[in-house]
Nanobody, 124 residues
Framework: VQHLVESGGGSVQAGGSLRLSCKAD????????MAWFRQAPGNEREGLAA????????YYTDSVKGRFTISRDTAKDTVYLQMNSLTPEDTAMYYC?????????????????WGQGTQVTVSS
């Protein structure tokens, strides 16, 4: 059973934008923090942003602050990641994750439920 299902990845040219979506089951949508991570080949999984259950409170890591925006639609049990000004360095598998609060730190150890990931490729 997939509790988190990501979509929206794809290929884009540098400078472009993508919006990722992560649909959660009802329980996760109601009680869990939801976050976005990414992992490029040979790199550790990197936390990007997280959203609290209220659909308003958000957290970011410095690496994407100002370029990426996380949002959460509590009615749809879905979290989004709007990514702007993409560069080839943003190429990675992007994962949605969830766990009970607190939402921070946004580290892989803090989250125990994971989606299968969606690939983002940015060409120069």
């Amino acid at each position: 059973v997939q509790h988190l299902v990501e979509s929206g990845g794809g290929s884009v040219q540098a400078g472009g934008s993508l919006r990722l979506s992560c649909k959660a089951d009802i329980y996760i949508g109601r009680y869990y923090c939801m976050a976005w991570f990414r992992q490029a080949p040979g790199n550790e999984r990197e936390g990007l942003a997280a959203a609290y259950t209220d659909g308003v409170t958000t957290y970011y890591t410095d690496s994407v602050k100002g370029r990426f925006t996380i949002s959460r639609d509590t009615a749809k049990d879905t979290v989004y990641l709007q990514m702007n000004s993409l560069t080839p360095e943003d190429t990675a598998m992007y994962y949605c994750a969830a766990n009970y609060p607190p939402c921070t730190p946004i580290t892989a150890a803090q989250y125990n439920t994971w989606g299968q990931g969606t690939q983002v490729t940015v060409s120069s």
